[in-house]
């Protein structure tokens, strides 16, 4: 029997180490079209939009996207296989691509916003790259296999801004037009690396199996998980969405922008080498904790100074602090399901991160625009405490569980 388990768990890692090169080769084609939309959307927003207050909801609609494919991903990925759901995905990648170029070429800002919430369907879709890597994997194996999904994100942090910067003025006057040509190509190519993906439907016994969903996400450690990942993307989410359009009322250029999103993604992704690793030695809780410290952190640079150096090194410390504190969060709710019960679990996370996210989207643009880009860093404080304390409450409630293991064990020398 023993034998059998490690035969199990050496084939399923195997299987696991094929599936991750290919996802993250994904992860760093969906990154690249995410990138575009990131640097570019606000500006567009603010070319676009009837009021410059609105200059971030096309940001936010990426967001509301984001929000909104989760649950239907998990669904697909149950009842098809996650192969499907990602094909679908990359789709949703391609018309963002084409509908946000022909939106910029007829000055349309509803079109362009549709065109976000297309990309942020993508990015819903490739949010379970990281969980697909896990599928089958030993307990060992699965936070490096999420992390190194989540590495491919270098990539897209030199990928997208560099895609922006060669194509942003190729139509002129229409600015940013041919990028979102190109990014539609990318999707194109993410279709094609992630039809090779080893990820068979699941079998019936799996549709019907395991605990109600509530019954999981009543846990203390699903609570914390989500919690922490709710922190850690919205807060991040926020000061990156504002940024790009905080730097251009600082009268930096467009150039600048581009600079600090670039390295923004390469410190996102950059850690994830090593990060699963950290949470292995460290404990998946040391490792959240330090990113949402960093955040605090990055909120602090952007709080002292208003120079492209200020700008860049918050936005490098941010993205250190959102990989630690999200890669970190997902490895806490792998602990939390059973194999079985992972697409409904992991959809529901994903849903909880991206909901909150929307909703705060939507408040970037007015904090920025009738408050300022030292409001947008303030904000990240309160939220920030909050995770710590949870986190802290979470290992009290956990050692405390262990104690009383203990103390129900029979004694053998009575």
Same mark, same amino acid.
């Given at each position: 029997?023993?034998?059998?388990?490690?035969?199990?768990?050496?084939?399923?890692?195997?299987?696991?180490?094929?599936?991750?090169?290919?996802?993250?080769?994904?992860?760093?084609?969906?990154?690249?079209?995410?990138?575009v939309?990131?640097?570019?959307?606000?500006?567009?927003?603010?070319?676009?939009?009837?009021?410059?207050?609105?200059?971030?909801?096309?940001?936010s609609?990426?967001?509301?996207?984001?929000?909104?494919?989760? #649950?239907?991903t @998990?669904?697909?990925?149950?009842?098809?296989? !996650?192969?499907?759901? &990602? %094909?679908?995905g990359?789709? +949703? $990648? =391609?018309?963002?691509?084409?509908?946000?170029?022909?939106?910029?070429?007829?000055?349309?800002?509803?079109?362009?916003?549709?065109?976000?919430?297309?990309?942020?369907?993508?990015?819903?879709?490739?949010?379970?790259?990281?969980?697909?890597?896990?599928?089958?994997?030993?307990?060992?194996?699965?936070?490096?296999?999420?992390?190194?999904?989540?590495?491919?994100?270098v990539?897209?942090?030199?990928?997208?801004?560099?895609?922006?910067?060669?194509?942003?003025?190729?139509?002129?006057?229409?600015?940013?037009?041919?990028?979102?040509?190109v990014?539609?190509?990318?999707?194109?190519?993410a279709?094609?690396?992630?039809?090779?993906?080893?990820?068979?439907?699941?079998?019936?016994?799996? #549709?019907?199996? @395991?605990?109600?969903?509530?019954?999981?996400? !009543?846990?203390?450690? &699903? %609570?914390?998980a989500?919690? +922490? $990942? =709710?922190?850690?993307?919205?807060?991040?989410?926020?000061?990156?969405?504002?940024?790009?359009?905080?730097?251009k009322m600082?009268?930096?250029?467009?150039?600048?922008?581009?600079?600090?999103?670039?390295?923004?993604?390469?410190?996102?992704?950059?850690?994830?080498?090593?990060t699963g690793?950290?949470?292995?030695?460290?404990g998946?809780?040391?490792?959240?904790?330090?990113?949402?410290?960093?955040?605090?952190?990055?909120?602090t640079?952007?709080?002292?100074?208003?120079?492209?150096?200020?700008?860049?090194?918050?936005?490098?410390?941010?993205?250190?602090?959102?990989n630690?504190?999200?890669?970190?969060?997902?490895?806490?709710?792998?602990?939390?399901?059973?194999?079985?019960?992972?697409?409904?679990?992991?959809?529901?996370?994903d849903?909880?991160?991206?909901?909150?996210?929307?909703?705060?989207?939507?408040?970037? $643009?007015?904090?920025?625009?009738?408050?300022?880009?030292?409001?947008?860093?303030?904000?990240?404080?309160?939220?920030?405490?909050?995770?710590?304390?949870?986190?802290?409450?979470?290992?009290?409630?956990?050692?405390?569980?262990?104690?009383?293991?203990?103390?129900?064990?029979?004694?053998?020398?009575?």
């Amino acid at each position: 029997m023993i034998d059998t388990t490690v035969a199990e768990e050496i084939a399923g890692d195997a299987r696991a180490k094929a599936n991750v090169v290919r996802l993250a080769a994904a992860q760093a084609l969906t990154g690249a079209n995410s990138a575009v939309i990131f640097a570019t959307g606000s500006i567009v927003g603010a070319m676009l939009a009837p009021d410059i207050s609105l200059a971030t909801v096309p940001l936010s609609m990426y967001v509301v996207g984001l929000a909104a494919g989760t #649950l239907p991903t @998990g669904a697909i990925s149950r009842a098809y296989g !996650r192969r499907v759901a &990602f %094909i679908i995905g990359t789709g +949703c $990648g =391609v018309l963002t691509g084409l509908l946000g170029a022909f939106a910029i070429l007829h000055g349309s800002f509803p079109l362009f916003c549709c065109a976000t919430f297309l990309g942020g369907l993508y990015g819903a879709v490739s949010q379970s790259y990281r969980f697909a890597a896990a599928d089958g994997a030993s307990a060992e194996y699965r936070p490096k296999a999420v992390s190194w999904v989540m590495a491919g994100g270098v990539f897209a942090g030199v990928l997208g801004p560099q895609l922006v910067q060669w194509t942003m003025d190729i139509w002129p006057p229409y600015l940013f037009a041919f990028s979102f040509v190109v990014q539609a190509i990318v999707a194109l190519v993410a279709m094609a690396v992630l039809s090779g993906i080893d990820a068979p439907k699941p079998a019936l016994s799996d #549709l019907h199996g @395991g605990r109600p969903l509530f019954e999981i996400v !009543r846990q203390p450690r &699903f %609570i914390a998980a989500a919690l +922490c $990942g =709710v922190i850690a993307y919205p807060m991040m989410n926020l000061v990156m969405t504002s940024a790009p359009l905080a730097m251009k009322m600082c009268g930096l250029s467009v150039s600048d922008s581009n600079f600090g999103i670039q390295w923004h993604i390469v410190a996102m992704y950059g850690p994830s080498f090593f990060t699963g690793s950290l949470i292995a030695r460290f404990g998946a809780r040391r490792i959240v904790a330090t990113g949402l410290l960093l955040e605090a952190v990055a909120a602090t640079i952007g709080l002292s100074g208003i120079t492209a150096m200020h700008f860049w090194a918050t936005l490098i410390v941010l993205g250190v602090g959102w990989n630690f504190g999200f890669v970190g969060a997902s490895a806490l709710v792998l602990e939390t399901h059973r194999p079985q019960e992972r697409n409904k679990v992991q959809a529901f996370n994903d849903f909880l991160v991206f909901g909150m996210m929307a909703v705060g989207s939507f408040s970037s $643009g007015q904090l920025l625009a009738n408050y300022g880009w030292s409001a947008v860093n303030m904000v990240v404080y309160p939220p920030v405490l909050v995770g710590l304390a949870v986190l802290m409450l979470a290992s009290f409630a956990r050692r405390r569980a262990r104690l009383q293991t203990v103390d129900q064990i029979p004694d053998p020398s009575i």
